[in-house]
């Protein structure tokens, strides 16, 4: 299934003022970006409307600001420089998003200019979709262009209202993001294996549900492995559980096993008696688990019937760590999964957001994947089946 909305491609920009939703949501210290994934991801789309001959006028939220005013250390400030020293362009930042500042910086703009505007959370409205929020983000742009694919989940400001009052396209990373994920279900090449990792059930039902119609095999591994561990009877001392969903988890390993798909589990375990950043492991059979200790990272032996069962694939899917990565001890589920992926140059790799990203680039092994999304929430949403408020609101093609 091709992308179903208007790109950038189809519309003249030539001389327009083109407002773009971009996702510079990017880690920063000290007033400097740390990861310019996210920014460097916009930088094709930019560059085009740039060679277009477009004014381009960029916004975006960072981090959770409260939203009634602005917070510096969440200023925007710092992306709109590492654009400007990424791609050589004329990057001017706008310390105002909706006020008269912001207008006036917009009106002076000369073809192949590009304005970032100051974080559209710092006024609360931006999150209710208010309607004169998107009525004054509206009025800088003549096209409005959604390429924040990690936020177009959102039914927000500054993601779907200019859509109502602009013709409103997608940029060439929306379209890519939602084409790759949408391809891997519809024609995956075989085996298809999928790896889901975090730490509830809860929160992935959905996705391990759709997963089960099309994977061949389904791997899982952090926090939501103990809660089918009880699903299977088995004790798992003070590990993360979930006992509301014990039944749901039964119910998603009797689907995989009517459907012919192979679903693994841990076989071992590391587990340590507290959760910080100074406690030991120990590694116990899945059955096994003592009373005091609590599941941290999957074993030695469950690592290698991952890596095994990943080294056959065609496609891989990958969302969510093995454990507690960001503690190094109980690293090693997570690290050798993605050793395992990095190491199958057969496979079709795709990386679903959020905290895979970032063991990925943990393990500096990013440009060994196929594709790494830009979005946690928006990227499982679209494995889920369900549609991006942000996508729904562009022009059909």
């Known amino acids: 299934m091709a992308f179903t909305k208007k790109t950038v491609k189809d519309v003249d ?10 996702d510079f949501n990017v880690p920063l210290a000290d007033g400097v970006v740390t990861d310019d994934t996210r920014i460097k991801a916009a930088i094709p789309t930019i560059q085009y409307l740039v060679d277009h001959g477009a004014k381009v006028v960029l916004m975006s939220h960072l981090g959770r600001p409260k939203g ?3 917070e510096p250390e969440l200023s925007l400030k710092p992306a709109a420089e590492k654009l400007a020293e990424l791609t050589g362009l004329d990057v001017t930042f706008v310390p ?6 912001a207008a006036d910086a917009v009106a002076a703009m000369e073809p192949g200019q590009v304005v970032v505007l100051e974080n559209v959370r710092f006024d609360k409205r931006e999150k209710k979709n208010d309607p004169e929020i998107a009525d004054r983000l509206a009025a800088l742009g003549d096209i409005f262009v959604l390429d924040a694919f990690g936020t177009a989940h959102r039914a927000q400001g500054s993601v779907v209202g200019p859509a109502a009052k602009l013709p409103a396209v997608a940029g060439f ?21 999928a790896i889901v990792g975090g730490s509830k059930v809860s929160s992935k039902i959905g996705v391990l549900d759709h997963l089960l119609d099309s994977v061949d095999t389904l791997i899982i591994g952090g926090g939501m492995a103990y809660t089918f561990f009880l699903a299977k009877g088995y004790t798992v001392g003070t590990s993360l559980q979930e006992p509301d969903w014990v039944d749901r988890a039964r119910e998603m390993m009797e689907k995989a096993e009517k459907n012919g798909v192979k679903l693994l589990l841990p076989v071992d375990n590391v587990v340590a008696d507290h959760f910080g950043p100074d406690a030991v492991g120990v590694v116990v059979k899945s059955n096994a688990i003592p009373d005091d200790m609590m599941g941290m990272d999957i074993g030695p032996e469950t690592a290698q019937l ?12 990958w969302n969510g760590p093995m454990g507690v990565f960001e503690f190094d001890q109980f690293s090693d589920g997570t690290k050798a999964v ?9 496979c ?6 959020g905290d895979s990203v970032a063991a990925v680039n943990k393990f500096d092994l990013a440009d060994k994947m196929s594709w790494i999304s830009t979005g946690g929430g928006a990227s499982m949403e679209l494995v889920e089946g369900k549609a991006l ?5 562009l022009l059909d093609a």
């Open 13 to 22: 920009v030539d001389g327009k003022r083109v407002l773009m939703r971009v």
């Open 68 to 70: 009634d005013g602005v």
């Open 96 to 101: 105002d998003t909706y006020g008269q500042e």
């Open 173 to 193: 990373l929306l379209e890519k993001e939602v084409d790759t994920l949408t391809n891997i279900f519809e024609a995956p090449e075989r085996p298809f294996v």
């Open 306 to 317: 991952y890596a095994d069962a990943i080294a056959g694939a065609k496609t891989v899917f």
């Open 338 to 346: 993605a050793e395992a992926v990095a190491a199958n140059e057969d």
């Open 348 to 353: 079709t790799s795709i990386i679903g957001g």
């Open 389 to 393: 408020p942000g996508v729904e609101a």
